[in-house]
């Protein structure tokens, strides 16, 4: 699977799902995806299965030109600021809107653990990376990748929470 075929089945899942309520469990071509939200902790929980190996699936997660492909909502983009990592402690980019408008994010790497997981904290920025205030906090992302078995899909796991100071 190349990272063009990544992106275009990521794009159409997420489309489909997020259709759907706080919770369901969707399987498309006996892949997971399950997305769930918790209000009364404010945290969010997807699961989500790739018939990908582990190199192509975390490539598609840090390198700025495979996310610019299939991040974010339709019909907006991604607009690169940065290379994100690896080698950085710090991605910033924009989302798009089809009238050209530009709403920037921080993403600062706290914790790498190549090819297994990593943890962000994800803020609201000018331009320039300096925060804003948009009367949200920033929240803080784990992302884990993991090979079930041999042949068989690879899970990743994403959980966020507010950033509590």
Known sequence: MSASQFGRLWK????DSMMYCSHQKIRKMNLLF????DKATATIHVTR??????DLVWDAFTK????????GPKPWRVQNEGDGFPGRRCW???M???????????????EIQPKSSFSTKNSFCDENGNPINTGFTSSLTTNSFKPERENHPLTCQKDGEPFRT
């Not at 159409?12 to 489309?15: E, I, P, T």
Request: glycine share 2%.
């Open 12 to 15: 159409k899942g997420s489309n």
């Open 96 to 110: 798009v809107s089809p009238e050209n408008v530009a709403r920037y994010s921080l993403v600062e790497y706290i």
């Open 64 to 71: 700025s030109e495979i996310l610019e492909q299939w991040m």
């Open 34 to 37: 399950d997305f769930t939200v």
């Open 49 to 54: 299965e790739f018939a990908a190996d582990l």
């Open 92 to 94: 910033l980019y924009a």
